[in-house]
């Protein structure tokens, strides 16, 4: 079993619609949970970090984390075009006496159609 | 821009040759990463540096790999007697270095293509 597990799509919506992106983890460990952005060719673009289990908001966009069930999800509210990219699940157990690396999902790749 | 750049952005070398990619993380940030991505995964993590200091490696990083970061700035990864399984996106980021590493930075990647 991977330490992450995210669903690699593809994902096509309209223009406007909700967005929910998950992601499961085995170790229990992790601390610190991350979403990025990943255009084509590019490199990934922090977009969401949350500690901890809760809830945060920043715009459009809002993650949540249940250390309970090691499941992650970032949700895209009145998503957009310029949204369509690969989104990629990140978490660290950084500071809790394990390694400092971020343990990537292998991103699930979403295009918002016009 | 200041963002993290990596040098050069696309390279394409014969099996067993070397190669070495540049990269120059954003200023004064003390923390930098080398990740490596193939098509349809995640980037996974291969070394990181606080300043000059090599703090971490991964069983991913043979002995044919090396990374250096002199003098705490700028960072080579070299790769020695390429391998067509060594055909990947080299990524490098960079944090400022607080408490923990919450905020990479990536640049845009060096893709190699081993033939």
């Known amino acids: 079993q991977k330490e992450v597990e995210q669903d690699p799509g593809p994902l096509s919506v309209p223009e406007g619609a909700i967005v929910s992106l998950n992601c499961t983890y085995s170790?229990?460990?992790?601390?610190?949970f991350m979403w990025y952005r990943q255009y084509s060719r590019k490199g990934p673009e922090l977009l969401m970090y949350?500690?901890?289990?809760g809830n945060k908001e920043d715009g459009r966009f809002t993650a949540q984390v249940d250390k309970s069930s090691k499941y992650i999800s970032l949700f895209i509210r009145d998503s957009q075009p310029s949204d369509s990219a690969t989104y990629l699940c990140?978490?660290?157990?950084?500071?809790?006496?394990?390694?400092?690396?971020?343990?990537f999902g292998k991103g699930t790749k979403l295009t918002v159609n016009p | 821009d200041t963002g993290v750049s990596q040098n050069p952005r696309h390279k394409i070398t014969k099996r067993g040759q070397n190669v070495t990619f540049r990269c120059d993380p954003i200023?004064?940030?003390?923390?930098l990463y080398w990740y490596r991505q193939t098509l349809g995964q995640g980037p996974e993590f291969l070394t990181y540096?606080?300043?000059?200091?090599?703090?971490?490696k991964s069983r991913l990083l043979s002995d044919r790999f090396s990374a250096e970061r002199p003098k705490g700035s700028f960072s080579t990864l070299e790769i020695q007697r390429t391998e067509q399984g060594d055909s990947a996106m080299y990524l490098c980021?960079?944090?400022?270095?607080?408490?923990?590493?919450?905020?990479?930075?990536f640049g845009s990647g060096t893709q190699l293509s081993v033939l």
């Open positions: 990140a978490m660290s157990a950084a500071g809790q006496g394990g390694s400092e690396k971020l343990v």
């Open positions: 200023s004064e940030h003390n923390r």
């Open positions: 540096f606080q300043n000059e200091a090599q703090l971490e």
């Open positions: 980021a960079s944090s400022p270095g607080g408490a923990v590493n919450e905020k990479l930075f």
């Open positions: 170790n229990s460990a992790f601390q610190y």
């Open positions: 949350t500690y901890s289990s």
